[in-house]
């Protein structure tokens, strides 16, 4: 059974070689490229290369990759030359996806202040997503705005209603709609159709531990019914991480991590089946 993992699960710069191979040899088939996914780093063509040289050796294939918004290079920037320079970073992104087999690029998107329609950095990206169209239909890889804590989902439905399918759609973080309210899988299932991207997690409701799923109040069962019933095609994709763990668990941690997504992929597969019966 396919399943992923985030690379960036113990770290997230420096050498990805160690991670790789321990998600490997836990059974994960493919991952998520969460390395840099906040900084302004640009990946050289040595370095892309060298990165396919590992999911070779190891036997893994990319899934998709967290983009980076940036820290000065960011595509929702107010500021002309920041949004521009953004838009490089984004596209060295989309590239390198293309480059090593994935087929979304994953990216926050800014909030809208309550009543708000819009904002300078809402506007902002509206023009970053239709100059970085040639780039997506060319490497035909694909933009997954993810949702935020406590998301209301406003910037991404207009976003979606603006944008074809072919250009973005939605990646769906059950871990950020597990915050607080909660409302996240309400959301999801009014845009079901537009999921093309999973970051799979657990917490408590309170902040966004990364937890391994199961151990925390994500339902499960509802979102293996909706993942089941959407657009989604991809495998299972685990966003978890070691940072809250205690050492003990830290041990486990990739184990445990794949035992998880195999149940929940199961619980999916459960529920395709199901679907499948009652259209029968």
Known sequence: MNVSLTTD?????????AALRAIAEAGFTHVHWCHHWNTDFLYGSAEIAQIQ????EFGLKLLDLHGSAGKEKCWHSAHEYERLAGVELVANRLQMTS???????????????????STSQSDAVRK???????VILRTNVRLALENMANDD???????????????VGICYDCGHGNIR?????????????????VHIHDNDGTADHH????????????????????????CISLESNINSLPEVKKATFVKDAFEAATRLAQMVEDEKESLSKQEA
């Open 9 to 17: 699960y113990q770290g997230d710069t420096g050498r990805p070689e």
């Open 53 to 56: 040289k590992w999911l070779r």
């Open 99 to 117: 480059d090593l087999g994935g087929s979304a690029v994953v990216m926050h998107l800014p909030t809208l202040p309550p009543g708000s329609e």
């Open 128 to 134: 970053s997503i239709e100059e970085l169209s040639p």
């Open 153 to 167: 989902f406003k910037l991404i439905g207009q976003l979606l209603e603006e944008f074809g399918s072919d250009l």
């Open 181 to 197: 309210k909660g409302e996240g899988l309400d959301h999801l299932e009014r845009f079901k159709d537009r999921l093309i991207a």
């Open 211 to 234: 937890w391994v799923p199961f151990t925390g109040t994500v339902d499960f069962p509802r979102l293996a019914r909706i993942i089941a019933a959407s657009s989604y095609t991809g």
